[in-house]
């Protein structure tokens, strides 16, 4: 039989294991999020473009365009993920990180053009 200071030196063991795999996973997230946006942005403005001899503001004009069908996809799979419970920090990482690569984007359109 286990006393009640074993118990409770246990429970708090697990709490900051669990505090710190959560962040892992938002951390994990927000590079996945961030990364999955960019690929799937410049995937999208080569197919609304097409071929390989654009000027980079047209290239990063159709990127940008391209932001307006990636950002929301991202967001689906990453409240879609945070829907379970075990992987709810992946997902709102996801979901942060693709808001981020977003902003970057358009950002980076605005200052090119």
């Known amino acids: 039989m286990t006393s009640y200071r074993t118990d409770r030196?246990?429970?708090?063991?697990?709490?900051?294991?669990?505090?710190?795999?959560?962040?892992?996973?938002f951390g994990s997230g927000f590079f996945l999020?961030?990364?999955?946006?960019?690929?799937l942005a410049f995937a999208l403005?080569?197919?609304?473009?097409?071929?390989?001899?654009e000027t980079l503001k047209v290239r990063l004009g159709a990127t940008s365009l391209s932001l307006l069908v990636a950002t929301p996809l991202t967001f689906v799979l990453g409240f879609f993920v945070g829907m379970f419970g075990k992987v709810r920090r992946l997902g709102m990482g996801i979901v942060v990180g693709a808001l981020v690569g977003t902003i970057v984007l358009?950002?980076?359109?605005?200052?090119i053009s």
């Open 9 to 25: 030196a246990r429970a708090a063991a697990s709490a900051a294991d669990s505090a710190v795999y959560g962040r892992r996973r």
């Open 33 to 39: 999020g961030l990364v999955l946006l960019v690929i």
């Open 45 to 53: 403005g080569f197919v609304l473009v097409g071929g390989f001899s």
């Open 106 to 111: 358009a950002g980076l359109f605005l200052l």
